[in-house]
Each structure stands twice: as structure tokens, then as C-alpha cells.
């Protein structure tokens, strides 16, 4: 697939590099002069990877959102046409909303044409780097109305290294979905239990 990612920080940058590895075309969408953080990604991953935000998301068919949420707003206005995209909404929105919305996933669908879905939101860059803890593969989620959008994102996850993306649900859950990331964030962070630490269901 021709992926552009916009917002190359831990988790843009973690996603990237899996993707390049499974074969992916993989884009930077930036500004340039690059910054610190991104020629830092640069040297992993090659500076021709790094173009300008419209030219990236232009010349792609999925489109990944890692920014802080407040700035989607922004990001919407530069994309251009959207029409026949999909969006992967990576965002939480637990701290900072991009009002009047509760999500990014919620702007997005009102604000563009695209087909959005939330996924790559519930654990740390640590673990999309590395989704494998010895013979476990651990999983990820995805919500929103688009089932078109879900099979890119499950395929995309599949691609990473993940060993599944559960569906949570239609976009009526993407805000569940986000307390969930919370979740995570407060057992490894707040909690003290460190990043290394993952989910993974199992059944009976």
C-alpha cells in the first residue's frame, strides 16, 4: 500500500518503519526544515521518505493521523482531496479535544469525505516497534463505521507484526476505545508498571 503519515513522532515513526519492513511505501508528510525529531527518523528510514504534507497525502491511498488532536483542524486544511482515502485516526484525545468534537475520528468524519477508522491508539511506540513478546504476538483495536477502512487497518496491523485487531465496535465506540488506551497508559505510566507491557485476549 502507499502510506503517508502525518504527525512522525514515536508512533508515526515506529509505524514507518514497520511498514517500510513488510514492503510498504511508506511517506513523511513534514515541513521543512526538517525537524530534529525527523531527521532523527530520517536517518533510519532515508530523507526521500519526507515530502511536503499535501504532496504526501496526495500521492497515497492510506493516510495515518499521529498528531496531538487539537491540530487536526489544521491537517484538514492542508490535505486536499480526500475523496477515496482511507484515514487511520492513531490520536487520543483523553487529555486535549479538538472541540467541539470528542475525537479526531469524529472530525474527521464530519469535516472530510475519507474513510476513517480508529486504530494504533491503545499501547505504546515501544510495542509497535516490537509486537512480539516471546511466542505471543500481541493485539490491537479498531472502531468506526467504515468496514472498508477496518480491513485496511487489520491488514496494516497484521503487517506490523501484531497478532490481531479486534473490532470494538462502530464509530458510536471509538470514544471506549480511547479510555481503553487510557487503560494502558495508566497501568504503564501512572501505574508504574512500565511500557513493556502489552494486551492480549485469550479465550477458553
Known amino acids: ?11 508515526g515513526g515506529a509505524l514507518a518503519q514497520g511498514w517500510l519492513r513488510a514492503g510498504h511505501q511508506v511517506v513523511i508528510g513534514a515541513k521543512f526544515p526538517l525537524s530534529e525529531k525527523n531527521q532523527h527518523l530520517a536517518t533510519l528510514i532515508g530523507k526521500d521518505k519526507f515530502m511536503g504534507l499535501k504532496e504526501a497525502v ?3 491511498e492510506v ?3 499521529a498528531t496531538p488532536p487539537t491540530a487536526i483542524f489544521d ?3 492542508e490535505m486536499g482531496e480526500l475523496a477515496g482515502k482511507v484515514i487511520i485516526d492513531a490520536t487520543n484525545a483523553v487529555r486535549q479535544k479538538p472541540l467541539p468534537y470528542d475525537t479526531v475520528y469524529h472530525a474527521l468524519v464530519d469535516k472530510t469525505p475519507a474513510q476513517v477508522v480508529k486504530c494504533f491508539n491503545t499501547t505504546g511506540f515501544e510495542n509497535m516497534l516490537n509486537p512480539t513478546y516471546g511466542e505471543l504476538k500481541i493485539d ?10 477496518k480491513k485496511v487497518a487489520l491488514q496494516l496491523a497484521l503487517d506490523a507484526g501484531f497478532g490481531a485487531c479486534m473490532d470494538f465496535g462502530k464509530g458510536d465506540k471509538v470514544v ?5 488506551a487510557l487503560s494502558w ?3 504503564a505510566i501512572m501505574q ?9 485476549v485469550v479465550w477458553r
Open 1 to 11: 500500500m502507499k502510506i503517508a503519515i502525518i504527525g512522525s513522532g514515536n508512533v
Open 58 to 60: 496526495q500521492t497515497s
Open 63 to 65: 493516510v495515518l493521523i
Open 75 to 77: 491537517v484538514i486544511a
Open 140 to 149: 490491537l483495536f479498531m472502531a468506526g463505521d467504515s468496514e472498508e477502512a
Open 176 to 180: 471506549l476505545q480511547e479510555q481503553f
Open 185 to 187: 497508559i495508566n497501568l
Open 192 to 200: 508504574g508498571h512500565g511500557r513493556n507491557m502489552a494486551f492480549k
